[in-house]
Nanobody, 125 residues
């Protein structure tokens, strides 16, 4: 069974940076596209970014394009989300997810089979 664990959330001032990590275990990591989603209090879960199994392609929500970078290291079974120029509206619980089907680009949460428990990111103004 696939397990995902996120690390790296915290409190940061506006304009600052954080890097989230997502540790994958239980299956072959390189067979899965990976995605990051976020959910702010009282709002629906929203797509942030996704990366193909090889790391060769990435796709971002317009709200984070140019500020966030998704990456992965298949040797370490880990996906990352580098977040720069953070804004208060980026405050949310961030989740990583794994998609085994490879439909590209996959921005629909229901298409991801496995999810981490989430990590809180709070950006103060």
């Amino acid at each position: 069974q696939v397990q995902l664990v996120e690390f790296g959330g915290g409190l940061v001032q506006a304009g600052g940076s954080l890097r989230l990590s997502c540790a994958f275990s239980g299956r072959t990591f390189s067979r899965y596209d990976m995605g990051w989603f976020r959910q702010a209090l009282g709002k629906e879960r929203e797509f942030v970014a996704t990366i193909t199994w090889s790391g060769g392609r990435t796709y971002y929500a317009d709200s984070v394009k140019g500020r966030f970078t998704i990456s992965r290291d298949n040797g370490k079974n880990t996906a990352y989300l580098q977040m720069n120029s953070l804004k208060p509206e980026d405050t949310a619980v961030y989740y990583c997810a794994a998609d085994p089907r490879g439909t590209w680009p996959q921005s629909v949460a229901l298409e991801y089979d496995y999810w981490g428990q989430g990590t809180q990111v709070t950006v103060s103004s």
